[in-house]
């Protein structure tokens, strides 16, 4: 099993893991220590085979435990029209969920 990952697809985004993969990923429902499954598998390959799905891969699942639900660092929106004194601030803090990926299968 060595240099194995797959493509998996969640939150509108492709991600490329490998086993023991942490990443942020859009908000999913779970908490601290729940097994989550990506069942959308576009692509698979275990060092020697690679699996391209039509769009996904039959029978591909990955799996992954959930560490920590947070939020992303505030993006600031500004708007702002020049000679009009128009100026506009808003705030936004994207939900995050922190995933460890354990197993490709």
């Known amino acids: 099993m060595e240099h194995?990952?797959?493509v998996i697809k969640t939150g509108g985004k492709q991600y490329i893991v490998t086993p023991e993969t942490k990443?942020?990923?859009e908000k999913i429902e779970g908490n601290t220590g729940d097994v989550v499954s990506f069942d959308e598998?576009?692509?698979v390959s275990d060092g020697d085979t690679v699996s391209v799905g039509t769009p996904i891969v039959e029978g591909a699942k990955v799996q992954g435990t959930?560490?920590?639900q947070t939020r992303d660092t505030k993006k600031l929106i500004f708007r702002y029209?020049?000679?009009v004194r128009?100026?506009?601030t808003?705030?936004?803090?994207?939900q995050l969920t922190?995933?460890?990926i354990t197993s490709i299968q």
Do not use: D
């Open 81 to 83: 029209h020049a000679k």
């Open 23 to 25: 990443l942020k990923i």
């Open 98 to 100: 922190e995933v460890q």
């Open 86 to 88: 128009y100026r506009k």
């Open 41 to 43: 598998v576009l692509l």
């Open 90 to 94: 808003k705030g936004h803090k994207q």
């Open 4 to 6: 194995m990952f797959a």
């Open 66 to 68: 959930i560490v920590k």
